[in-house]
């Protein structure tokens, strides 16, 4: 059994997996402040409730967009499951060529969901993380990693609305049945997700007349499910979309993993 994690700005996402099947999985907040024996501790609670026992574990992968919980996250495979996990980075056999100018600089999640996206559903794709900030990626007919575009995410722009205006709350971010609003609170909500399903439609139009061919686009991320229901160009949601490619990953580096149980 292997463990994957996938390390967001505002959420961890773990899963394990039997060969290609994802038997159990969990999200967590990201706290920064956490140590090593916390998310430790936090994790073996979480497992003893599920049944799973941490000696099952045999590999772990790791994924990071938050720098300053790579290291504890590290230690904390090494101590609880005696394993050195494979951390996406530099280095390691991806399975896919990457057009672009500093491919050190890319985010670990977008390669991850790149080849996720790519093992489940081929090419050419636009892969939309929604997530703390919107990612969009795009993978040619033979999955290379083509480039893309990078959006403020919805949860920022909602809260930069309530904290630079005196007089407006922060609100629960839902679609409001209709677009002409009668209050202030349904009224920041239309102007918030549908002028970001307007956004995401407009991009992925562009994208699509720029390289001038039809391309599936899946969603993934906290808000993929709600902003999918509203837009025109959105195909497919998938949830597990990055510990997808975090396994898939397992299996190009395996002969690569060393294990220090």
Not at 108 to 117: K, L, Q
Not at 162 to 170: D, I
Not at 185 to 209: L, P, S, W
Request: with cysteine.
């Amino acid at each position: 059994m292997i463990l994957v994690f996938d390390i967001g700005n505002s959420n961890i996402v773990m899963g394990t997996y039997e060969g290609k099947n994802l038997i159990k999985h969990w999200r967590i907040s990201t706290d920064r402040q956490k140590t090593g024996d916390e998310y430790g501790m936090l994790i073996n609670d979480l497992f003893r409730y599920q049944g799973v026992n941490m000696t099952d574990i045999e590999a772990i992968v790791i994924s990071s967009v938050v720098p300053p919980l790579v290291v504890p996250m590290v230690k904390m495979c090494e101590r609880y499951f005696r394993l050195r996990p494979l951390v996406v980075g530099p280095g390691i056999k991806t399975g896919i060529r990457i057009h672009y100018e500093n491919p050190k600089a890319i985010g670990a999640d977008r390669i991850v969901n790149v080849v996720g996206a790519y093992e489940q559903y081929g090419g050419p794709l636009i892969v939309i993380d929604i997530g703390t900030a919107t990612t969009f990626d795009v993978v040619g007919e033979k999955g290379d990693f083509l480039g893309g575009v990078i959006a403020p995410g919805l949860g920022p722009s909602a809260d930069a609305l309530f904290q630079s205006t005196a007089k407006l709350p922060r609100i629960e971010l839902v679609p409001p049945k209709q677009i002409v609003c009668h209050n202030t609170i349904q009224g920041m909500q239309a102007g918030i997700v549908y002028g970001y399903v307007g956004q995401i439609d407009a991009i992925v139009t562009r994208i699509k007349e720029e390289l001038g061919v039809d391309m599936k686009v899946i969603a993934t991320g906290g808000f993929a499910r709600m902003i999918s229901k509203e837009s025109k160009t959105i195909d497919t949601v998938d949830h597990f979309l990055t510990l997808t490619g975090l396994r898939v990953l397992y299996e190009r580096n395996m002969p690569e993993m060393v294990q220090s149980k």
